[in-house]
Structure formats: structure tokens, C-alpha cells
């Protein structure tokens, strides 16, 4: 079972930058399509954007639309985030995990889930 682990979460002020990365425990990471997930306090974990396996192919919400990069190494079994123009309302713990589209939801799989890092934007 692949292990995922997230890093690169902090606190910053409104505007800054931050790049999360997501580093998987073995070369299976690169069959999955993978997503990046986060959740607010008092409010339930959202779909923040997903890659597919190759990383030729992105989906978004709108809200990070323009801000938000994902990206992925399969040599480097990573996969990445970089968030600019952060606003206050980013603020939440970002998970990332192995993903798929039912029903036209993205929707993480199974335990194929990291433990979360924390980004904190203050205004």
C-alpha cells in the first residue's frame, strides 16, 4: 500500500506563496491519478485539483483557478502544489491521495491518503 506524505504547509501573510508537496513510498504512485483536498475548520474536506497519471492533464475548482499549479515527478514519486496569491479563505489542511472521478466527482480512494500538512493565511 502506497504511503503518502505531505510537506510544505506554514503560515503566510495574504498574497504570499507556498508549494505543498506530496511524496509517495513507492513507484506504484505513478499509476494513479492524483488529487490535492482540503479542509477548513467547521467545514467538510473539498476537491482542490487532481492530476492524472502522466500529469498531462489538470482540473481545478474555480476559487484556485489562476493561482493554484499541481503538478507531478513519477521519477521523483512527487506530486506538488504550488499556491500563489494566497488569500485568508485558503486557509485549511491540505491532504493529497490517489483520486477518481465517479459520477463526476473526484473523489479520494480507499486509505491511499496522507496524514495532512497545515496552510494558515492571515490577512
Known amino acids: 500500500q502506497v504511503q503518502l506524505v505531505e510537506s510544505g504547509g506554514g503560515l503566510v501573510q495574504a498574497g504570499a506563496s507556498l508549494r505543498l508537496a506530496c511524496a509517495a513510498s513507492d513507484r506504484t504512485f505513478a499509476s494513479f491519478a492524483m488529487g490535492w483536498f482540503r479542509q477548513a475548520p467547521g467545514k467538510e474536506r473539498e476537491f482542490v485539483a487532481a492530476i492524472n497519471w502522466s500529469g498531462t492533464t489538470t482540473n481545478y475548482i474555480d476559487s484556485v483557478k489562476g493561482r493554484f499549479t499541481i503538478s507531478r515527478d513519477n521519477a521523483k514519486v512527487t506530486m506538488y502544489l504550488q499556491m500563489n496569491s494566497l488569500k485568508p479563505e485558503d486557509t485549511a489542511v491540505y491532504y493529497c491521495?490517489?483520486?477518481?472521478?465517479?459520477?463526476?466527482?473526484?473523489?479520494?480512494?480507499?486509505?491511499?491518503w496522507g496524514q495532512g500538512t497545515q496552510v494558515t493565511v492571515s490577512s
Open positions: 491521495a490517489a483520486v477518481a472521478k465517479i459520477n463526476g466527482k473526484y473523489e479520494g480512494l480507499g486509505n491511499y
